[in-house]
């Protein structure tokens, strides 16, 4: 009976309401690491399924610390929020259980109180938007950009202005995007029914770069908090980075390179990114007072789709204008994504084609940055007016795969407009980094590996992949410890067995300067290669994992924000978001 009421739930045809722990235990077949689908701070989530669709339960983790009053006003909040912009809650559970647990040694029993708090939610399939983010060249098109932004937009609205609610963890992993990319706001773990603005004297749980430096730094908690974090967002969508962009017309006319090679150039595209970018950088003020509240937002984005897209608000900022009409005016780069075909001990290769579409001449550098050997020829060169040229890059591995085979950021090709009497042997990286009057171009170069072993191709193949890869969760989960070699009740003996190469310490190196390694920098690791092997992990950050409780601290972040897929013997880690 409960199995069909949350089934009418789901359709619709219900009202959220209390949940028996028998039912959600049973859906999520016992919570099994195969259902797991999120791992947060607070909470597990695991995918339920129904006859009629799939749910989301988020099992509360340490629920005997937290209050019963706040859980049932966290319970109330989602109750009262019903918005297409806002994951839909389903229900909730709250059971407590005496359960006897034996002495050891003894035939004596003590009686424990043992307490679930659980949430169900909708399942959301497409994951969060952070796996979306790149920058203006490549990625999603500026209109479902735009959609999604105003879409936030219009769910915090929902909240702020409609429930009196404000988030406080708004970030890109808790905005979740349907089907059609219609985003979601989820996670309102620290959300709070809004009386004042307040100040949180417990332990502050936002997320670094997200996080409003008043909250960050003094507790404060407050709408103009949300807003901070939704500038941070608006930026990152509009130009790939969550720092703000030194020059907005660099912006704007990587923007226009692009719309003029798929042919989706209007003036009102190009008034849309300027917008967004100048209310991204208000939401950013450090000020609260001087950040405009979501509703602001909300007439400067009507007003900008409104009657001839008319700006003229109070917020209204000058950035210097670039016109739609002049002559893209960057140099053209294809692919932006090179794919060398993976083979040890043989020399690979790919090719770019540099494109000069403009009517003035263009000097380019190709930089490595990669601790992989890349050869380029030509490694720079300057191109005249309506040109083009094919430029070569080989490299080799030697007796072993390459850490990661998928790597951003690899090369950068730096560009920008010269006199035609400069000489090649005349172009430094000074003339690219060090101008400040010519516009200067740094596009960078992803580099994937190709395995080239064939590969069943079968539609079945293919959905017989798809149902498993949430079923590979537990067992990477067990590899990513065995490599650690901190898993709870783990025999140190096969950590050792399976990681002979992380025992190599140097273990006379003092202990005591040495800091744990954080989430952001674990992070930072992970978006910026997008995989890693798990060798290669614990390698980059060997000197910091000496410590047992350092170890633990590390293996307990990577459990909460990434798996592992193993192919070909290589276990690659990536963030758990690419696995919703």
């Not at 007072?289 to 979501?294: C, F, I």
């Not at 690899?410 to 000074?430: H, P, Q, R, Y």
């Not at 350092?550 to 192919?567: G, H, Q, V």
Request: charged share 30%.
């Amino acid at each position: 009976m409960d199995l069909q009421f949350l089934e009418r739930i789901l359709d619709g045809r219900e009202k959220p309401t209390n949940l028996s722990f028998t039912l959600l235990k049973s859906i999520t077949q016992n919570f099994s690491d195969d259902r797991e689908i999120g791992h947060g701070g607070f909470a597990t989530v695991y995918k339920g399924v129904l006859p009629n669709g799939n749910v989301a339960v988020k099992r509360i983790r340490n629920s005997h610390s937290i209050k019963e009053a706040l859980f049932y006003r966290e319970v109330d909040s989602l109750l009262n929020v019903e918005h297409k912009n806002v994951v839909r809650f389903l229900g909730f559970c709250a059971s407590t259980e005496q359960t006897a647990i034996q002495i050891k040694g003894s035939k004596q029993h003590i009686y424990a109180e043992v307490r679930e708090r659980l949430l169900c939610f909708e399942y959301i399939s497409n994951g969060s938007l952070q796996k979306y983010i790149t920058d203006e060249l490549r990625g999603l098109e500026w209109n479902t950009r735009y959609k999604i932004i105003r879409g936030i937009c219009e769910g915090l609205h929902h909240l702020h202005k409609e429930k009196q609610m404000y988030h406080m963890d708004l970030k890109p992993d808790n905005i979740l995007l349907d089907n059609d990319m219609v985003p979601k706001i989820t996670d309102f773990g620290l959300s709070r029914l809004d009386e004042k603005s307040k100040t949180m004297s417990e332990e502050r749980h936002g997320s670094l770069g997200y996080c409003a430096p008043e909250y960050l730094h003094q507790g404060k908690m407050s709408f103009k908090s949300d807003m901070y974090s939704l500038g941070v967002i608006i930026i990152e969508l509009v130009t790939g980075q969550k720092a703000i962009p030194s020059n907005n017309n660099n912006v704007l006319r990587r923007w226009r390179h692009r719309w003029k090679k798929t042919g989706n150039e209007t003036p009102f595209v190009y008034q849309q990114v300027a917008k967004c970018l100048e209310i991204g950088l208000l939401c950013k003020e450090i000020d609260p007072s001087k950040r405009p509240y979501v509703w602001h937002l909300i007439h400067v984005i009507r007003e900008v789709e409104g009657a001839n897209a008319k700006i003229s608000n109070a917020y209204e900022h000058t950035f210097g204008h670039i016109s739609p009409y002049l002559e893209d005016d960057m140099l053209g780069i294809e692919p932006l994504q090179l794919h060398f075909p993976f083979e040890l001990n043989n020399q690979m290769s790919c090719e770019i084609q540099l494109t000069n579409d403009t009517n003035s001449y263009i000097a380019f550098n190709i930089e490595n940055t990669s601790p992989l050997s890349y050869h380029t020829q030509p490694q720079k060169g300057i191109m005249p007016p309506q040109s083009k040229c094919n430029v070569e890059i080989t490299m080799q591995l030697q007796g072993k795969a390459p850490g990661y085979m998928h790597r951003a950021n690899e090369l950068i090709v730096w560009s920008t407009k010269v006199n035609d009497c400069i000489a090649v042997e005349d172009i430094t990286m000074g003339m690219f980094i060090n101008d400040a009057v010519r516009a200067v171009d740094e596009v960078n170069l992803d580099v994937v590996f190709d395995d080239n072993e064939p590969q069943e191709s079968s539609d079945k193949s293919n959905e017989d992949d798809q149902e498993n890869e949430e079923g590979s969760l537990s067992k990477s989960r067990k590899e990513l410890k065995k490599v650690l070699g901190c898993s709870s009740g783990q025999n140190k003996s096969d950590a050792d067995d399976d990681d002979d190469d992380d025992d190599d310490d140097d273990d006379d190196d003092d202990d005591d300067d040495v800091s744990p390694v954080t989430e952001d920098e674990i992070r930072t690791v992970l978006l910026g290669v997008a995989c890693v092997t798990t060798q290669d992990l614990v390698s980059i950050f060997k000197s910091r994992l000496r410590s047992p409780e350092y170890k633990n601290a590390f293996a307990e972040i990577l459990k909460k924000i990434a798996t592992i897929r193993k192919t070909n013997g290589y276990k690659y880690v990536v963030l758990r978001e690419d696995k919703k």
